[in-house]
């Protein structure tokens, strides 16, 4: 998932503005795809885009804060940053209770906006990898077995190999086998990391 090219959307429904932040990307260096109104990008939109939004809170139809919640709605983890004009500063906060990231007020200094954006597309970069790592850890535990799966929740609740045996009613070897194996393919050799592994992934694990 990190492999994927960090793009700056911008999504805003005024030409000269869109143009110009465009124009303002293209010469820092970064990918930029440009859109003149919300439904525009919500089309378009994919779990596996990569980068950021800088999204315009006022716009025809559907606004900034609308697009927000379609986009939360999808769990999309793409930081936004608002763009606003002064009255809008209210809603910009409330905006940022909703997850976006910050917010910039017009009209704005070109090096304060590629701050901003720099900042998103860094956190981008870390949720993806925290995102990779952990379907990574998902998978591992999707390679056990249902026994397996059983002795590592086991393990887990901090279970010694002789209760586990008694109360599955299976011999203690057995038991050591099992763990073995739970321990190669969740790639561990330490209960502690395993834990902390599964702990980290046990929302998804639920969710399924």
Same mark, same amino acid.
């Given at each position: 998932?990190?492999?994927?090219?960090?793009?700056?959307?911008?999504?805003?429904?005024?030409?000269?503005?869109?143009?110009?932040?465009?124009?303002?990307?293209?010469?820092?260096?970064?990918?930029?795809?440009?859109?003149?109104?919300?439904?525009?990008?919500?089309?378009?939109?994919?779990?596996?885009?990569?980068?950021?939004?800088?999204?315009?809170?006022?716009?025809?139809?559907?606004?900034?804060?609308?697009?927000?919640?379609?986009?939360?709605?999808?769990?999309?983890?793409? #930081?936004?940053?608002?763009?606003?004009?002064?009255?809008?500063?209210?809603?910009?906060?409330?905006?940022?209770?909703?997850?976006?990231?910050?917010?910039?007020?017009? #009209?704005?200094?070109?090096?304060?906006?590629?701050?901003?954006?720099?900042?998103?597309?860094?956190?981008?970069?870390?949720?993806?990898?925290?995102?990779?790592?952990?379907?990574?850890?998902?998978?591992?535990?999707?390679?056990?077995? #249902?026994?397996?799966?059983?002795?590592?929740?086991?393990?887990?609740?901090?279970?010694?190999?002789?209760?586990?045996?008694?109360?599955?009613?299976?011999?203690?070897?057995?038991?050591?086998?099992?763990?073995?194996?739970?321990?190669?393919?969740?790639?561990?050799?330490?209960?502690?990391?395993?834990?902390?592994?599964?702990?980290?992934?046990?929302?998804?694990?639920?969710?399924?």
């Amino acid at each position: 998932m990190t492999d994927t090219q960090q793009t700056v959307y911008v999504v805003e429904d005024d030409e000269a503005v869109r143009d110009s932040l465009e124009l303002l990307l293209k010469s820092d260096g970064k990918p930029v795809k440009t859109y003149d109104n919300a439904n525009a990008f919500l089309k378009d939109y994919s779990e596996k885009m990569a980068g950021c939004i800088v999204l315009d809170i006022r716009m025809p139809g559907m606004d900034g804060m609308e697009l927000q919640k379609k986009l939360n709605e999808k769990h999309s983890i793409l #930081p936004i940053i608002f763009v606003t004009g002064h009255g809008d500063v209210p809603m910009a906060v409330d905006a940022m209770k909703e997850g976006a990231v910050d917010f910039i007020q017009k #009209p704005y200094r070109e090096e304060a906006l590629l701050q901003k954006i720099e900042a998103a597309l860094e956190q981008d970069q870390e949720q993806r990898k925290t995102l990779g790592e952990k379907q990574e850890i998902l998978r591992r535990v999707k390679s056990l077995t #249902p026994r397996e799966h059983e002795i590592m929740d086991r393990m887990i609740a901090g279970q010694a190999n002789k209760v586990i045996a008694i109360e599955l009613e299976i011999s203690q070897r057995t038991v050591e086998i099992h763990r073995s194996r739970v321990m190669h393919k969740m790639g561990t050799h330490s209960l502690a990391h395993l834990v902390r592994m599964v702990l980290s992934v046990k929302d998804l694990i639920d969710a399924r």
